[in-house]
């Protein structure tokens, strides 16, 4: 079955299924990550809350640094605490990253974060990050 689209119509994409990419991404890279739960619920009349408000969908640590990868949906819009947890996070010296495509995991990820990381640790014996085209051989092997 082939998907089409209507002139000047895009396609929607699902966060959970960007996400499952990233995170597939992220395992067969074998960059140390996790998935970031966090929310509230009410039970027997009692609130329960989780995790730290606006943090993002997924941790990692590339290159020694803390990342935080926010997905989101093509319809999908940052929150106030999201954007408040994405200042707070890089005034600490962390990288929040943004991805709301599969082009975003290419741009983003293959040069916002890794391209960062490789200018920042130059001249160092910290571990070094992927090149760009590492990054895109990876992931054609995968996608």
């Given at each position: 079955?082939?998907?089409?689209?209507?002139?000047?119509?895009?396609?929607?994409?699902?966060?959970?299924?960007?996400?499952?990419?990233?995170?597939?991404?992220?395992?067969?890279?074998?960059?140390?990550?996790?998935?970031?739960?966090?929310?509230?619920?009410?039970?027997?009349?009692h609130f329960y809350s989780f995790g730290t408000k606006g943090s993002p969908d997924i941790?990692?640590?590339?290159?020694?640094?803390?990342?935080?990868?926010?997905?989101?949906?093509?319809?999908?819009?940052?929150s106030e605490d999201q954007k408040k947890f994405q200042k707070e996070l890089e005034k600490?010296?962390?990288?929040?990253?943004?991805?709301?495509?599969?082009?975003?995991?290419?741009?983003?990820?293959?040069?916002?974060?890794?391209?960062?990381?490789?200018?920042e640790t130059k001249g160092t014996k910290e571990k070094k990050a992927p090149t760009l085209?590492?990054?895109?051989?990876?992931?054609?092997?995968?996608?």
């Open positions: 079955m082939t998907q089409k689209k209507a002139k000047n119509q895009k396609i929607k994409i699902k966060e959970s299924d960007l996400q499952n990419a990233v995170l597939s991404l992220l395992k067969l890279k074998g960059v140390f990550h996790y998935r970031n739960n966090s929310g509230a619920f009410k039970r027997d009349g941790i990692c640590v590339i290159g020694g640094r803390f990342v935080g990868l926010e997905i989101k949906g093509t319809d999908g819009k940052q600490a010296g962390g990288i929040y990253v943004l991805l709301r495509s599969q082009r975003d995991i290419d741009e983003k990820l293959g040069l916002s974060v890794y391209h960062k990381l490789i200018r085209g590492e990054i895109r051989d990876l992931y054609n092997s995968v996608y």
